[in-house]
């Protein structure tokens, strides 16, 4: 069992938590951690972008439910929970610039409404932040002190803004009610059970390469991301979940790779002999993206611990055995 589970067994252990976005990539993940930890898990997705097939294993779960329901609309949650975990949103770029009223409002009402029922059952509160609060950064590695460099009026400010927002509401809910809460600022993830048609690098780099098509690239691929693994990111939500941490702490890898590197090591591990080609540079992606894990490091005891290229070798056999490309 990872530290963080173990810490959340110890504390929530027979309590129950409610996963917002819970069918996601990420929530789903969460939820199987959650209950492991012993913790009753309640649900709640609209499965815009969330799918029921990630619960697919809980759904005979007596300590499982699943509710599909829209965090616009209201959050019913038991008297008894213990903790909210608020990850309802779109999250990739495909996903967020076809739904971007919709993320806006997620990140504004539907925050208004977990934070609601947070005040009103005393749960502890943790918001899944992005590193996209730090735009396209002119400091490098971000620490959580940066204030970053975002553009609201461009086609990627639907998401940044909704997340910072979603930020500012919290921390009014910690002033104002008293409602106990942690932030994350989760940077690039990846690994089993993320759509292919996700859009973002991982997943269409992987199914690509499977499919023996050609790996695109965006721009000169000189861009860099620090890519963490699933397994690595939920333990450490679990620990900030726990942690004496109010203030948003950075969740993510530290090891930076360009794009073109991370193309170079999916084709290596696939197999197929596939070209790269270079296509037009995303409008207003960030050009560098590492997170300062100092906070991670001395406050959680944290710091990711799967490789790049062993995370990239899981993930790849997952889709091939899920046939998800």
């Known amino acids: 069992m990872e530290i963080g589970t173990s810490a959340v067994a110890e504390r929530y252990g027979g309590g129950t938590a409610v996963v917002t976005g819970g069918a996601g990539f990420v929530g789903a993940h969460l939820c199987h951690a959650l209950r492991t930890a012993g913790l009753r898990v309640v649900a709640v997705d609209s499965l815009i972008t969330g799918d029921r097939r990630n619960l697919a294993d809980l759904v005979d779960d007596p300590g499982f439910e699943l509710i ?24 990739s770029p495909v996903d967020y610039l076809r739904h971007p009223i919709h993320t806006l409002k997620v990140g504004s009402i539907g925050t208004l409404h977990t934070l609601g029922a947070a005040k009103a059952t005393g749960a502890r509160f943790l918001l899944a932040s992005t590193s996209e609060i730090y735009g396209d950064p002119e400091v490098h590695p971000q620490p959580e002190s940066y204030l970053g460099n975002v553009d609201p009026t461009g086609p990627r400010g639907v998401y940044d803004e909704a997340k910072r927002f979603a930020e500012a509401m919290t ?14 600022r989760i940077f690039n993830t990846y690994g089993p059970g993320m759509r292919s048609d996700d859009g973002r690098l991982v997943p269409t780099l992987v199914g690509q390469a499977l499919r023996g098509e050609p790996l695109t690239i965006h721009g000169d691929g000189q861009q860099t991301r620090s890519l963490c693994y699933i397994t690595d990111l939920v333990d450490g939500l679990l620990r900030l979940l726990v942690a004496d941490r109010e203030q948003p702490c950075n969740l993510g890898s530290d090891v930076e790779v360009t794009v073109a590197e991370v193309a170079q090591r999916i084709h290596a591990l696939v197999g197929n002999d596939v070209e790269v080609v270079h296509v037009d540079a995303s409008p207003g992606e960030p050009r560098r993206r590492r997170p300062d894990l100092t906070v991670a490091r001395e406050v959680l005891g944290w710091e990711p611990t799967v490789d790049l290229d062993d995370g990239l070798a899981r993930t790849i056999a997952w889709a091939r055995e899920h046939a998800s490309v």
């Not at 616009?72 to 929970?81: K, R, Y």
């Open 171 to 184: 921390y009014a809910y910690r002033r104002d009610h008293g409602v106990e809460v942690r932030v994350a």
């Open 68 to 91: 599909e329901a829209d965090v616009l609309d209201h959050l019913d949650v038991p008297d008894d929970v213990a903790a909210i975990l608020h990850l309802a949103s779109p999250a």
